[in-house]
C-alpha cells in the first residue's frame, strides 16, 4: 500500500475545500448549472438517470481495509448503502446529494482518496493487474511507476482539456490481466539485462464506437525516460487529436490517421527537444516510491516445507462432522479453491477473489455490510490489503494457505463465495439503463438472466474460463468487443435489443470480437448464450479456449446455433 | 475594442487593437502535416509578442502550443493567451508558460474582475509533481530537498 | 433558455415535466401547483401545447431560480406513465433489486413487466421466467 505523504495530502485536502466553495457557490446561484458542470465533473461528480453519481477513484485497484471500511460508511452515511465497483477500478456511489458530496470528498481525503480525473478529457485513473506484487507469474511490479504516473499526470497543467478522456493501464507481467492492449496507452513493464526495468508502450487501443488494439508504439524504453516520452505523446495528441468530432477524438483515431510511423516520427521529434531535467529526480522519486509501499510481512515458509490448504474432507469433517467428500460443503468449497485462488508468488500463500457475481446480484455492486465483512476479513487473514479488479471483483492479496479454509468458511456465512471465477457467469456489466444516462438498453437483468441460465451448466461441465461481457450503449463500458461473447445493448424502436459479438479477447493476444447479424430481444439472449457454449463445448479440442476454437472453426457454427434456421433468410 | 492584458505579475493593464493587431497571433492548425505557421526562425529572435488562441473553453491545444513553443523550440520573447479561457485555466496558461492573457471586454464582464484578480494572485500551492515556468518546484524536487 | 422537448410532433400527446432536484438530484416531476415532487401520482400531466409551453417556462424559471436542473417535457400516458423506456426507467428507479429482495422502485415494488402500477410495457421480463 502506497502511504501518502504531506504533499499527496494537501492536495486531496485543498482540492476537498475547494469543491465545498464551489457547491456553495452552486447552491446559493452565484453560478450557474453550465459554469458548475464541468467543476463538479473534474471531482467525479455526475447527474445520472436517477441522482447524481459520485466516481471515486481506487488508484491502480489497491485499497486498505481502512479505505473499504470508509467506502461502506459513506455507502450507509450518504448513500443507500451499497457501492458499484466499475472496470476501471474505480467505485460509484449512487445516490449522493449534492449539498453532502464536499463532506464525502473530505471522508475520501481523511483516508487518502479522492475523485480527482475521474471524468472529463483529462488522464483517467490508471489501472493495471489486480494481481500486482503478488502474481506468481510477474516480471516486474507496476505499483510503483502506477503511483508515479497518477502523481505526473495528477492536475497536468497541459493535459486537462484534452480532445479526449485518455486512459492509461499497465501490466508487469506476460500474461496482461489488465487488457492494456485496448487502452489509449498500454505499458509492459519488463525487467531489462541489468536488472533495469524497461517499458514497451502500447498506443491506440480502445473500445467505443470504433475498437481499435494497440499498436507497439515504442520498445524499451527506460524509466528515466518514460515520463518525458509520455510528455511528448500526450503533446502531440493534445495538439492534433480530433476536436470536431467527439466519436474521432481519441488517440486511436489519430493513429489510424496518421499512420504508426508519421506518429512515431513526431513524438521522437517533440521528445528529442523536451527538457528532460524537469523530470529530476525521477529515480530518486520512484525508489522512494517504491518504500512507500509498505510490504506486508510475510510469513516466512521453508521451502522445503509445502503447507497446503486445509483439504475438503477435514473441512467437511469439522462441520458436518462427516469425512463424506460429496457432502455439499466440501464440493463448495473444493470448486471454489479451484476457481478463486490462484498462485501467489510468496512460498505458502495464495490470492483470493472474492466474486461479485452472485447469480441473483447485480455484476460488481457490494452493500456496505459486504464492505466491512471484506475489511474485517482483509484484517484477519490478508495483511489488511485488498483490490479491484477490471472484472469487477474483489482480491484478498495476501492469505496463507493455512488459512484458505477459514477464509473460505467467512465469505460463505456472508453469501460472499460464489465460485465462478472467470466463467461464464463471472459477467463484466455495465450500470445500462437502470441507471446510466447514456445507456440505450438494460445490462443487469440481462446478466442476471443469463448467469442464472447457465449456471449450472457451467458446475456439471469443464466449461472453463469464458468471458461473457455485457454493455448498455456504444460506449463500451463493459468492454464487450473484447470478450469471449460479447453483447452491445441498443434501441431499435423503443425496444431494447442485443447485438453479439464472438471471439474477442483482452489479454496479451487481445482480439476484438466478430459481429453475428442481427440483435436479438433481451428474452432470447440467455438461450442464445447457452447455445453458443454448447457449440464451443461440442467442438472444442483438449485445453482450447473459447477463442481459440473460434478462431479454429470461424463463425458459421456459432451463427448457425444464435439464429437457428432463419439464419439463412437473415443472411440472404 | 479594448482589451485587458493580464500578467503573471498581477498587473493589468489596457490594450487596444493596435497592440492586438501588432502581435502575431499563431493559427494553430489542426492536421499534424500541415503543423503550426511559427515561422520559427522569424520568431526565436524576434521582439515581438506571440498570441496563442484559445477557441472555447474546452480547446486545450494552445497549453501545449505554449510549451512546446517554449520548451521545444527555445522561444524566449512575450507569449499570450487570448479567446475563450476562463480564470481558473489562467493558472493553467502560466504553467505552460504564457506571460500572461489577453482578455476582451466580454469575457472580462462575464467572469468579473473579482474572479480574474483571483485568478492573477501568484499560485501559493504547488503544482504537484509539475514544475513549470512558473518556477514553482514540484512535489519531487521539494522531497528531494527534503532527503538532502 | 431553450428547453430539451423530446416528444415526437404531435400535439395530441400528453407529457410530464421531469427535471433533477438541484441539491437532492432526485427526479422530480411539476405539479399543477408549480411545485416539484417525488411522486408521479403528483405530476401535472400537459394536454395541449399552450400547457405545455406554460409548464415549460415554470420548469426553465425554477432552473434559472436553482431549485431544479434538467427539465424537460416527456410523452406520457394520460395518467402521468412516461411512454419511453428510459423515461419510465428514470420515474420508476432502477429495474432491478439492488440486493436481493431489496429494491429502489418506486412504482413496482417487483419488476417493471409484471407491475401494474407503471404501465409502461417494457418489452422484457427478467429472470426465472426463460
Ligand atoms: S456502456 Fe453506456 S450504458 Fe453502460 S455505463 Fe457506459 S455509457 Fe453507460
Given amino acids: 500500500m502506497y502511504q501518502y505523504d504531506q504533499h499527496d495530502q494537501k492536495l486531496v485536502d485543498q482540492r476537498s475545500q ?18 458548475f458542470k464541468p467543476l463538479r465533473l473534474m471531482n467525479g461528480l455526475y447527474l445520472q438517470l436517477h441522482a447524481y453519481m459520485l466516481r471515486v477513484a481506487i488508484p491502480y485497484g489497491v485499497l486498505s481495509s481502512a479505505q473499504m471500511r470508509k467506502l461502506a460508511y459513506i455507502a450507509d452515511r450518504y448513500d443507500r448503502g451499497y457501492g458499484h465497483f466499475t472496470t476501471r477500478q474505480n467505485i460509484q456511489f449512487n445516490w449522493p446529494a449534492l449539498v453532502d458530496t464536499p463532506d464525502i470528498l473530505d471522508e475520501l481525503a481523511s483516508i487518502q482518496m479522492h475523485a480527482i480525473q475521474t471524468s472529463g478529457n483529462c488522464i483517467r485513473n490508471i489501472t493495471t493487474d489486480p494481481f500486482a506484487g503478488v502474481a506468481a507469474d510477474e516480471e516486474v511490479d507496476p505499483r510503483p511507476l502506477a503511483e508515479l504516473l497518477r502523481q505526473w499526470s495528477t492536475l497536468h497543467p497541459e493535459f486537462r482539456y484534452l480532445p479526449r478522456k485518455f486512459k492509461f493501464a499497465i501490466t508487469g507481467s506476460a500474461n496482461d490481466r489488465a487488457a492494456i492492449k485496448v487502452h489509449d496507452i498500454g505499458l509492459r513493464l519488463k525487467s531489462g539485462a541489468d536488472g533495469k ?42 495538439r492534433y487529436g480530433r476536436r470536431d468530432n467527439k466519436y474521432k477524438a481519441r488517440i486511436k483515431i489519430l493513429l489510424a490517421e496518421v499512420g504508426l510511423a508519421e506518429l512515431q516520427a513526431e513524438v521522437e521529434e517533440v521528445f528529442s527537444k523536451i527538457d528532460k531535467s524537469r523530470f529530476e529526480p525521477v529515480e530518486a522519486e520512484l525508489s522512494r516510491l517504491d518504500s512507500r509501499f509498505i510490504k506486508p510481512l ?28 460429496n457432502a455439499p460443503v466440501a464440493h463448495e468449497y473444493n470448486r471454489w479453491l479451484e476457481r478463486n485462488v490462484k498462485q501467489h508468488k510468496q512460498h505458502g500463500y495464495a490470492i483470493v477473489v472474492v466474486s461479485l457475481k452472485r447469480i441473483e446480484g447485480i455484476p460488481g455492486d457490494a452493500s456496505a455490510d459486504e464492505m466491512r ?37 467467512r465469505l460463505s456465512d456472508a453469501n460472499l463465495a460464489t465460485s465462478n471465477i472467470d466463467l461464464p457467469s463471472d459477467i463484466i456489466a455495465c450500470p445500462g439503463m437502470d441507471y446510466c444516462a447514456l445507456a440505450t438498453a438494460r445490462s443487469i437483468p440481462v446478466a442476471q438472466e443469463i448467469a442464472a441460465h447457465i449456471r449450472a451448466k457451467e458446475k456439471v461441465t469443464s466449461v472453463g474460463d469464458l468471458s461473457v461481457n455485457i454493455s448498455g450503449c456504444i460506449n463500451a463500458c463493459a468492454h464487450h468487443h473484447v470478450a469471449n461473447i460479447g453483447i452491445l445493448g441498443l434501441d431499435r424502436g423503443g425496444v431494447e435489443n442485443y447485438q453479439i459479438t464472438l471471439g474477442g479477447r483482452s489479454d496479451e493476444n487481445a482480439r476484438i470480437g466478430e459481429r453475428m ?51 439463412a433468410i437473415q443472411t440472404a | 475594442m479594448q482589451y485587458r492584458l493580464l500578467s503573471s505579475g498581477g498587473e493589468v493593464r489596457l490594450v487596444d487593437d493596435e497592440w492586438v493587431n501588432a502581435a502575431i497571433t499563431i493559427a494553430l492548425q489542426t492536421e499534424l502535416e500541415t503543423g503550426d505557421n511559427y515561422a520559427l526562425e522569424k520568431l526565436v529572435s524576434s521582439e515581438q509578442v506571440l498570441l496563442i488562441e484559445f477557441q472555447s473553453v474546452a480547446d486545450g491545444r494552445g497549453f501545449s502550443s505554449a510549451a512546446e513553443l517554449r520548451e521545444n523550440d527555445g522561444y524566449k520573447g512575450l507569449l499570450y ?68 | 433558455m431553450t428547453m430539451k422537448n423530446n416528444r415526437e410532433n404531435d400535439d395530441k400527446r400528453m407529457g410530464i415535466i421531469i427535471a433533477n432536484d438541484l441539491r437532492s438530484g432526485l427526479t422530480v416531476f411539476l405539479t399543477v401547483a408549480g411545485e416539484w415532487t417525488e411522486q408521479l401520482s403528483e405530476a401535472m400531466v400537459v394536454v395541449d401545447e399552450i400547457g405545455a409551453s406554460d409548464a415549460l417556462s ?73
Fill in chain 1, 517 to 567: 447479424g442481427r440483435g436479438l430481444l433481451a428474452s432470447e439472449i440467455a438461450p442464445a448464450v447457452d447455445r453458443i457454449i454448447d457449440v464451443y463445448l461440442d467442438k472444442r479440442q483438449l485445453t482450447e479456449t473459447f477463442s481459440d476454437t473460434y478462431q479454429r472453426i470461424g463463425k458459421a457454427a456459432f451463427k448457425d446455433s444464435i439464429y437457428g434456421d432463419d439464419h
Fill in chain 1, 18 to 35: 475547494e469543491f465545498r466553495q464551489q457547491v456553495s457557490r452552486r447552491l446559493s446561484g452565484l453560478i450557474s448549472e453550465d459554469e
Fill in chain 1, 373 to 409: 465483512e471484506f475489511a474485517s476479513i482483509a484484517d484477519d487473514y490478508s495483511h489488511s490489503e485488498l483490490r479491484v479488479t477490471h472484472r469487477q471483483n474483489v482480491v484478498l492479496p495476501h492469505v496463507k494457505q493455512t488459512d484458505l479454509a477459514s477464509v473460505w468458511q
Fill in chain 1, 298 to 325: 510475510y510469513h516466512e515458509i521453508p521451502e522445503d516445507e509445502n503447507p497446503e490448504p486445509d483439504e475438503p474432507a477435514n473441512l467437511a469433517v469439522s462441520l458436518t462432522g462427516t469425512s463424506d467428500l
Fill in chain 2, 81 to 148: 493567451a487570448c479567446g475563450r479561457l476562463n480564470p481558473d485555466q489562467l493558472t493553467l496558461a502560466f504553467q505552460c508558460g504564457f506571460d500572461g492573457m489577453v482578455v476582451d471586454e466580454q469575457g472580462w464582464v462575464s467572469y468579473g474582475e473579482a474572479a480574474w484578480q483571483q485568478a492573477l494572485k501568484p499560485v501559493v500551492d504547488s503544482g504537484y509533481a509539475q514544475t513549470r515556468w512558473n518556477a514553482i518546484d514540484s512535489i519531487w524536487m521539494l522531497r528531494g530537498a527534503a532527503v538532502r
Fill in chain 3, 58 to 130: 415554470i420548469a426553465a424559471k425554477d432552473e434559472a431560480d436553482n431549485i431544479v436542473t434538467g427539465a424537460y417535457l416527456t410523452d406520457s400516458s394520460e395518467s402521468g406513465e412516461p411512454i419511453v423506456l428510459r423515461e419510465a426507467l428514470r420515474v420508476c428507479g432502477p429495474s432491478v433489486d439492488y440486493q436481493p429482495g431489496r429494491s429502489y422502485s418506486k412504482c413496482h415494488p417487483g419488476l417493471p413487466s409484471r407491475s401494474a402500477a407503471c404501465q409502461v410495457e417494457l418489452a422484457y421480463s427478467v429472470s426465472g421466467e426463460a
Fill in chain 1, 197 to 238: 526495468v524497461l517499458v514497451d508502450i502500447w498506443l491506440g487501443g480502445g473500445q467505443g464506437r470504433t475498437p481499435k488494439i494497440a499498436q507497439l508504439f515504442r520498445e524499451n524504453v527506460s524509466i528515466t525516460e518514460l515520463l518525458p516520452y509520455l510528455e511528448a505523446t500526450m503533446r502531440v495528441y493534445n
